[in-house]
């Protein structure tokens, strides 16, 4: 199977280096920038790689998009007809509803797109971070279409576990989108919100431990990327804020009131809620 990824930054090149690992050679990459092409030759990672990928996409099997959610429709109404009759594209793209379906309604029937997201990656942006490591025992999720070939799904979900991902699982786009906006957006929203809220000029990394590194790690942000993101799914992103400053307002009621007893009540349910997501 002759495979084209296309963008070779963090998400992109972990892809790479994971189906090298699980013994895929023909790997291609797509990228506009020429060095990062020459890293990922050098890294043997993919066999050939263009900066216009026009050529290797007519032979393509399977293309992966690992592109920003801005850049998915154009590039695939600019790319449509290089694409062969069979041909199978799949995405890690962070929301779907933002254009999936202008792609499907651009799709001829003979081209097949399996819209997926895998639920891991790395603060930093380009290949020098890239690491299949990541995708080890993570989630990954599909999202199917009327228009999928139950094959083809077939075909992403064990290409998933090749790579490492532990568990695979199919819904709607729009319960990804809403799920997603919960999971991963409002945590990085909390992350940016926690490190802005500090007081300028205090040596404050004299003072952190687990808990303030671990949470701030994802405010470590790329900034282009997430602006999409949240943009692009506003109105879950929205609702999942607005839950979340109720319940911060009933912990920040209970501390005021000095009333201890609820205090204790939020953190037992807290501590069930956070052991019964790894059973």
């Known amino acids: ?126 290949i020098d971070f890239a690491s299949h490591q990541v995708f080890k025992g993570a989630n990954y999720l599909i999202t199917p279409t009327k228009k999928n070939k139950e094959k083809n799904i077939e075909l992403i979900e064990g290409l998933a576990y090749e790579m490492g991902f532990k568990k695979v699982r199919r819904i709607t786009p729009s319960f990804h989108d809403e799920m997603i906006g919960f999971t991963s957006q409002l945590p990085h929203a909390i992350a940016v919100a926690l490190i802005n809220s500090d007081e300028e000029g205090r040596d404050t990394g004299s003072f952190i431990g687990d808990s303030y590194r671990e949470l701030t790690r994802i405010a470590n942000i790329n900034e282009d990327l997430w602006s999409e993101l949240f943009l692009g799914n506003k109105d879950n992103l929205l609702k ?35 052991e019964g997501l790894d059973s």
């Open 1 to 126: 199977m002759k495979i084209v990824i296309v963008g070779l930054g963090v998400i992109g090149g972990s892809f790479a280096m994971a189906l090298k690992e699980a013994g895929y050679r023909e790997v291609y990459g797509i990228d506009t920038n020429a060095q990062t092409l020459q890293k990922a030759r050098e890294m043997g990672i993919i066999r050939e790689g263009q900066t216009v990928g026009d050529r290797l996409l007519r032979d393509a099997d399977l293309v992966i998009l690992a592109i920003y959610p801005q850049l998915m429709r154009s590039f695939i109404q600019n790319h449509l007809q290089h694409l062969k009759p069979g041909c199978v594209i799949t995405d890690a793209t962070g929301i779907k509803g933002m254009f999936i379906e202008d792609i499907l309604a651009m799709l001829p029937e003979e081209i097949d797109f399996v819209f997926g997201h895998p639920m891991a990656g790395r603060e930093k942006k380009g």
């Open 240 to 274: 999942a804020i607005n839950n979340f400053e109720l319940e911060l307002d009933l912990i920040k009621k209970a501390i005021h009131d000095y009333d201890i007893e609820t205090l204790k009540q939020y953190f037992r349910k807290s501590t069930k809620r956070r």
